[in-house]
């Protein structure tokens, strides 16, 4: 029999480009002790045993049901995931950030029972992953991903250790592949091709994100929760909760 994770989201979403409250000091802790305790906090996850290499988790919102595949080849990320749904940590909190036509975010245990109009997205399970981006992973509609801070005080592109989105995205056309292809030194395979300009997502985050999974069920959900009214830091004006 196969176990079945149930989240429940409630709209709380960090900014993709930035997961985190403003500006970020360094440590004193040199690079190598950050990623070390990283990967110590990644090992110790207990994974059940039960459980396929990649797992599909059922979250239930207050929307409809998205199920998502976790990847096998984003171990790190996966195992996170489980150990934070086994925990409960993602019960009752929302997708605090949605964006038409590009994606939907939850993550922020603050989010629970959060009052109307306060700002979401800066708090988080207390630590970072060290990233997992794979060129056999892309920005696709359904695509989940991993949110963290920006570039300028995030050079090695490490995750947040909770908030997640998930891609809608659009259609893209040929001349949008082409110049992501040149802006970004890659090459994008005639199946990605395909998928980008039929179905959709959003490119331009390709090799920035890491992208752990993507829903296999449940995409109308995503549509209908991406088209909901939002207010102030994009966060919905009618709350939509993870409910377990």
Do not use: W
Not at 66 to 90: A, E, Q
Not at 134 to 142: A, C, D, I, R, S
């Amino acid at each position: 029999m196969k176990t079945k994770f149930i989240l429940l989201a409630m709209g709380v979403a960090c900014f993709v480009a930035s997961c985190g409250s403003g500006s970020s000091k360094k440590t004193t802790d040199s690079t190598d002790a950050k990623v070390e305790q990283q990967v110590q906090v990644a090992e110790k996850v207990p994974v059940p045993e039960n459980l396929s290499e990649e797992p599909v988790i059922e979250i239930q919102t207050t929307m409809g049901n998205i199920k998502v595949k976790l990847y096998k080849d984003t171990p790190l990320h996966r195992d996170n995931f489980i150990k934070l749904v086994s925990d409960g940590f993602y019960n009752g909190i929302l997708f605090h950030r949605v964006i038409k036509d590009f994606m939907i975010q939850s993550g922020d245990p603050e989010s629970m029972n959060a009052p109307a109009g306060k700002r979401l997205g800066s708090r988080g399970p207390g630590y970072t992953i060290p990233a997992e981006i794979l060129p056999n992973h892309y920005h696709k509609k359904g695509a989940l991903a991993a949110a963290r801070k920006g570039n300028d005080v995030n050079p090695e592109r490490e995750s947040s250790g909770s908030h997640f989105y998930i891609v809608q995205g659009k259609p893209i056309s040929d001349e949008e592949i082409a110049h992501f292809e040149k802006e970004r030194n890659m090459k994008y395979t005639d199946a990605e091709k395909v998928f980008y300009k039929t179905t959709g997502g959003v490119p331009r985050l390709d090799t920035e994100y890491t992208v752990f999974g993507e829903v296999v069920e449940g995409l109308d959900v995503v549509d209908a929760i991406a088209a909901v009214a939002t207010g102030e830091g994009d966060r919905p004006t009618t709350d939509v909760k993870i409910i377990k």
